[in-house]
């Protein structure tokens, strides 16, 4: 049986361990930055998807239609052999095609060194190209040489 004195230090113990473990996720939680800007077609309707699917993950979207999308793929970089519909820029990183929101979180949390993401082309079943038969899909990442490896694979 506890004494009064040695419960009390017990709880003020348990107390003390859950103020800690709060203190460590608060400062280790991934972060997801308040603004993405999307350059993207005044036409194309699966972008306008992707920006509801970032928009519903937390991101706060400034997309901005333009004349040639591939002129900014350039301008920022993107290879064109990852090239996809719609370009974005996230805290420093370039953002190409249906690149799923939380891998964009994830990106932000580690802060790799490389250049962005990508997933090349449209495939079905990533953000804004829902369909009744997704399909399996690479996201790559790429530094500025045009160096590629996969970052995550998604789909069935």
Same mark, same amino acid.
Request: glycine letters at 10%; a neutral charge; aromatic letters at 8%.
């Given at each position: 049986?506890?004494?009064?004195?040695?419960?009390?230090?017990?709880?003020?113990?348990?107390?003390?361990?859950?103020?800690?473990?709060?203190?460590?996720?608060?400062?280790?939680?991934?972060?997801?930055?308040?603004?993405?800007?999307?350059?993207?077609? /005044? !036409?194309? %309707?699966? *972008?306008?998807?992707? @920006?509801?699917?970032?928009?519903?993950?937390?991101?706060? $979207?400034? &997309?901005?239609?333009?004349?040639?999308?591939?002129?900014?793929?350039?301008?920022?970089?993107?290879? /064109? !052999?990852? %090239?996809? *519909?719609?370009?974005? @820029?996230?805290?420093?990183?370039?953002?190409?095609?249906? $690149?799923? &929101?939380?891998?964009?979180?994830?990106?932000?949390?580690?802060?790799?060194?490389?250049?962005?993401?990508?997933?090349? %082309?449209?495939?079905?079943?990533?953000?804004?190209?829902?369909?009744?038969?997704?399909?399996?899909?690479?996201?790559?990442?790429?530094?500025?040489?045009?160096?590629?490896?996969?970052?995550?694979?998604?789909?069935?």
């Amino acid at each position: 049986m506890m004494t009064a004195h040695a419960l009390r230090r017990f709880l003020a113990a348990g107390v003390l361990a859950v103020a800690a473990a709060a203190t460590v996720w608060w400062w280790s939680r991934p972060t997801v930055a308040q603004e993405i800007t999307v350059y993207k077609s /005044p !036409t194309c %309707g699966c *972008c306008n998807k992707w @920006v509801t699917h970032l928009e519903q993950h937390g991101f706060s $979207v400034a &997309a901005h239609d333009v004349a040639d999308v591939n002129r900014v793929k350039a301008q920022l970089g993107v290879p /064109p !052999t990852l %090239g996809s *519909c719609h370009t974005a @820029v996230v805290g420093g990183y370039v953002i190409e095609g249906h $690149v799923p &929101a939380d891998l964009i979180a994830r990106l932000l949390a580690e802060r790799p060194a490389v250049a962005g993401l990508a997933v090349p %082309g449209m495939p079905e079943g990533s953000p804004g190209m829902e369909g009744p038969d997704p399909a399996r899909y690479d996201v790559f990442a790429f530094d500025r040489e045009g160096k590629t490896q996969v970052y995550d694979t998604r789909g069935p």
